[in-house]
């Protein structure tokens, strides 16, 4: 891991505490939370104040989360909230610290200039004991204050003002004056600077923890399901359905689509599709040339071509759906076949716009995992596991490839590659040629079939009233012009009813089998007929 780290993509922007009064604080709120101090005079800390170093020194890395369930804090400056987290057995735990941070950050730089602030990310439970009981991990509270209770005391001094001003004879109360006074020597005026950290609580439906052997949980969606990367058998019993696990590519392909979670790169507004598919098609030869133990020298992308054609049939089929999409990209060839059976299906996808969509990118590095740079950016935990057990020539091609591709536009790398932000607008891109389960992932599926048998059921009820109400205006029409022309008739001024009804009755059984009253179909099949010929039209444009 030396060479990641000494290029800056291990323990990267981590916040150095090097000042012997910060390194007293953090003692001190080290010994608080959990009864230990440490000996170094300088280390780094994350997002959450755990130092890499300090849990070398302990042996302990999970000193500031010994159950994996309610991780701990330690907050010298709010600087932190830029800093990675590592060791992270939550996906939700660093946007929770970081909302919680720039939600109290004035507070918080006012409470840390005097003193160390710690606290916990508390859930309601406390033990996972089983599988099961992760679904019960549904919402999160932070509580924090500082070493010296600062907040506490504040709140303290805060009620004995209150009552000091509504007791009648408060000023009398030598021992509450006394009091206040020596709680406000701790917290200062808190009438001008009020000190206030209220507890924050966020939710957290659809995660991923490394527990288990790593589980991704979606609860909030229209389809919920649990994915594991462990074989199903091994999460036991589960108060959720579907329960899948990694090797059921069919089925989390079928269910990601039907919750609308993926999108296609090629249909991507705005991405450089061929780019990206020629990047993936290198990433795949550099894992054949590892597997094949191939010498591929710098792995640069003529060497790549030359080791292509030297595997020919070998190549992976990975390698080969993605060359024949990345032909119909640049207009070479056909449209290919690609369903959630082919080995290259989830590279070809990313995840769609929304709140999920960091969640659904570090699923899909796990079904596409010879991605190294999406497995870097979305799902660090993943990458550093698969890191340690490649050889030595691999980890020099992508430490180099990641500092010299990546590192330089970090940001601008995962916009290119991911989209915006979640909380960016989505708008539906046009897809190519449809047919059922073609391309990456199936343009005319099962949840494109839905919305159009959904569309049209709408679409025929609406007609269907517009027919009723055009008939029966016409009826009345036809049964108008009956009653004038009986009316009008000099020899029928005055009518014996019979005669009238027996006349109306044929008049409009003559109008029932009229060429008018059939025309009304016309209400269902002009409508239709437009619909289909635009359809035509763009299709073929």
Partial sequence: MKRLISAGLMFGHLIEVSSPALIERYNRALKHLTGKTTGLTDFHIDLSGYSPEIGDELGDPGYLNPSGANRQFILLTTSQKTAPLLNMKFSTARGILQQFIEANEAQLFALTARDAVCGELQGSVFQLSTPARLLEMKKITVEADTIGGHVADAEKLAAQITRFQQEPDGWRDVALIAEMIALARKTGDITRVPVSLPAMTFS????????FGGVYVFQDLPHPGVISTLPRESLGAMPINPVMDITRRNQIGEWLDRNGLLE?????????????LRQKMDFILVEAAETLKIDIGDARRTELRKLAFRLGDGLPDEFLGLAGLLRWVEGAGPWPRITSENACYFYTLRAAP???????????????????????????????????RWSERKRHWVADFLEREYKVDAQGA?????GPEPAMDAHDRPTPRPSRLVGPRGCCGRTAMIGLLRAAVLAFALLTVVYVIVSIYSRSVRREKLEKA?????????????????????GMEAYRNSLRRKLIVLVYIIPMAVVLATAYVVKHQ
């Fill in 204 to 211: 957290q439906p659809n995660y991923w923890t490394s527990h």
């Fill in 264 to 276: 296609p790169i090629v249909q991507a507004r705005g991405l450089d599709a061929a780019a990206i």
């Fill in 354 to 388: 929304g709140k999920d969509r960091d969640l659904v990118n570090m699923l899909l590095s796990e079904l596409a995992p010879m991605d190294v740079r999406q497995m870097f950016i979305t799902h660090k935990e993943l990458f550093y596991a698969h890191y340690a």
């Fill in 414 to 418: 995962r916009e290119a590659l991911f």
């Fill in 486 to 506: 009986w009316n009008s008739d000099p020899d029928k001024l005055k009518p014996e009813s019979s005669e009238r009804d027996a006349y109306i009755r044929a």
